[in-house]
């Protein structure tokens, strides 16, 4: 091998009697580079989960666990509708309704209990979130009942392309049981 173009005294072995330079500072050197890599990369690994949490979300399938009885029930049917937005500025919006929805004809021709089942068959709410870690906290600026003062905290974990969130035990808006629900989310491209 020719090292012609390469300074005699950059490369030194430690075993070279020849070599000037302490043979530690070759570890010193890469022990600083590896340690500000580190303060570099540990900052913006905490945003990582941020950073997948944001986007469109469709709902997969929404569960409940009644904390009185145990039972687990899909209590918005076996294919709920739904969409959840998460923005980077950190607001989030929510839309879900039930399977089994009435079907009016036309707005004109509404019943008042066609209303009252719609109403019931659906929740929506927006707000601000702050996401800790796997605690993802909402602040509710507004919700389709008015009830601003409901389960705030959640769980969640992120698996490729699926979020997972379970509430923190609270009063359903189905019925008023206290239970604790969990959504599946596919990331809509």
């Not at 300074?7 to 302490?22: G, K, L, N, Q, V």
């Not at 010193?28 to 540990?42: D, M, R, Y």
């Not at 021709?109 to 929740?123: A, E, K, P, S, W």
Request: hydrophobic share 35%; glycine share 6%; charged share 25%.
């Amino acid at each position: 091998m020719e090292w012609a173009e390469t300074d005699p005294e950059a490369i030194c072995f430690s075993h070279d009697p020849a070599c000037t330079r302490d043979p530690r500072e070759g570890d010193i050197v890469k022990t600083a580079i590896l340690g500000c890599a580190l303060l570099v990369a540990i900052p913006l690994a905490a945003p990582a989960a941020e950073s997948d949490l944001v986007g469109t979300w469709k709902l997969v399938s929404a569960t409940r666990k009644v904390m009185d009885t145990g039972q687990v029930e899909q209590y918005r049917g076996t294919a709920p509708r739904g969409y959840t937005i998460y923005s980077r500025d950190g607001h989030f919006l929510s839309f879900i309704v039930s399977e089994k929805r009435p079907k009016p004809e036309s707005v004109a021709q509404m019943t008042d209990q066609q209303r009252i089942d719609l109403f019931n068959t659906m929740n929506a709410y927006a707000g601000t979130y702050k996401l800790d870690g796997i605690k993802l906290t909402y602040t509710f600026d507004l919700t389709h009942n008015e009830v601003t003062q409901r389960a705030s905290a959640r769980e969640i974990k992120i698996e490729g392309r699926r979020l997972t969130i379970v509430n923190e035990p609270a009063r359903s808006t189905v019925d008023g049981k206290m239970a604790l629900t969990t959504t599946v989310w596919e990331k809509v491209e």
